[in-house]
């Protein structure tokens, strides 16, 4: 199944938990990262193209689908790999500025004609985080967002990672990846610790939230990816 149809599967979005949704996207984004890092953009990545391959006991394997849409940035790397047809139409130039791509998870200078590059897929990736953490995979990213994400440290992951501005947008999928990797770890450890005692008052730790059966916002020791 795709992402769309391995969440109706489980009973929707909300019904799995976060932890496992951002595993997920932490994989996409390290499958992400792995081809920008051969130089292929996918340039069309929504939650259709994401394929999720069940495992024993509830886990799963992540694999992209339909690079169709894709782009090779710099075909010599490619060649030095070894990697001498992945079935792609065109190559990426200053003038290639044909429009492809879902336009929800398109970012604002590939909506007004500028050729895609590495930092569009980093933009659809922010989009997708928003709708998992959200349970929705039909809304966009529109104005008042923020509050779909009670988490504020999810708040800044998605924010930089699907900023309108590509010079502030965040800086790779690479490091997107680490963000999540973060996150998901947090999100484990709490649910791991809530399910056999309450939380300790430990001082770094910010208060838990009033909200019956929501969790304290995420902790993490380091934010030095900009």
Same mark, same amino acid.
């Given at each position: 199944?795709?992402?769309?149809?391995?969440?109706?599967?489980?009973?929707?979005?909300?019904?799995?938990?976060?932890?496992? %949704?951002?595993? #997920?996207?932490?994989?996409?984004?390290?499958?992400?990262?792995?081809?920008?890092?051969?130089?292929?953009?996918?340039?069309?990545?929504?939650?259709?193209?994401?394929?999720?391959?069940? *495992?024993?006991?509830?886990?799963?394997?992540?694999?992209?689908?339909?690079?169709?849409?894709?782009?090779?940035?710099?075909?010599?790397?490619?060649?030095?790999?070894?990697?001498?047809?992945?079935?792609?139409?065109?190559?990426?130039?200053?003038?290639?500025?044909?429009?492809?791509?879902?336009?929800?998870?398109?970012?604002?200078?590939?909506?007004?004609?500028?050729?895609?590059?590495?930092?569009?897929?980093?933009?659809?990736?922010?989009?997708?985080?928003?709708?998992?953490?959200?349970?929705?995979?039909?809304?966009?990213?529109?104005?008042?967002?923020?509050?779909?994400?009670?988490?504020?440290?999810?708040?800044?992951?998605?924010?930089?990672?699907?900023?309108?501005?590509?010079?502030?947008?965040?800086?790779?999928?690479?490091?997107?990846?680490? *963000?999540?990797?973060?996150?998901?770890?947090?999100?484990?450890?709490?649910?791991?610790?809530?399910?056999? *005692?309450?939380?300790?008052?430990?001082?770094? *730790?910010?208060?838990?939230?009033?909200?019956?059966?929501? %969790?304290?916002?995420?902790?993490?020791?380091? %934010? #030095?990816? %900009?």
């Amino acid at each position: 199944p795709n992402l769309v149809e391995w969440a109706e599967n489980e009973g929707g979005l909300l019904a799995i938990p976060l932890s496992t %949704r951002l595993k #997920a996207m932490m994989d996409l984004a390290q499958s992400v990262a792995a081809a920008h890092d051969v130089g292929v953009l996918h340039k069309d990545l929504k939650p259709p193209n994401v394929l999720m391959a069940p *495992r024993a006991e509830g886990a799963f394997q992540l694999n992209v689908a339909d690079f169709g849409s894709g782009s090779m940035m710099e075909p010599s790397r490619l060649s030095a790999l070894g990697i001498t047809n992945l079935g792609f139409t065109q190559t990426l130039s200053p003038d290639a500025g044909s429009l492809t791509g879902t336009l929800m998870y398109l970012p604002p200078e590939v909506l007004a004609g500028q050729s895609p590059t590495a930092s569009a897929d980093v933009y659809a990736l922010g989009v997708m985080l928003y709708q998992v953490v959200a349970g929705d995979f039909r809304k966009p990213l529109s104005p008042g967002w923020e509050s779909d994400v009670p988490d504020p440290l999810l708040r800044e992951d998605i924010a930089e990672a699907a900023c309108g501005d590509p010079a502030r947008r965040m800086p790779s999928a690479a490091a997107y990846a680490e *963000r999540l990797q973060g996150a998901a770890a947090c999100v484990t450890n709490w649910n791991r610790r809530a399910s056999v *005692r309450a939380l300790p008052n430990v001082a770094s *730790r910010q208060p838990v939230p009033a909200v019956p059966g929501q %969790r304290p916002p995420l902790q993490r020791s380091s %934010r #030095a990816l %900009r």
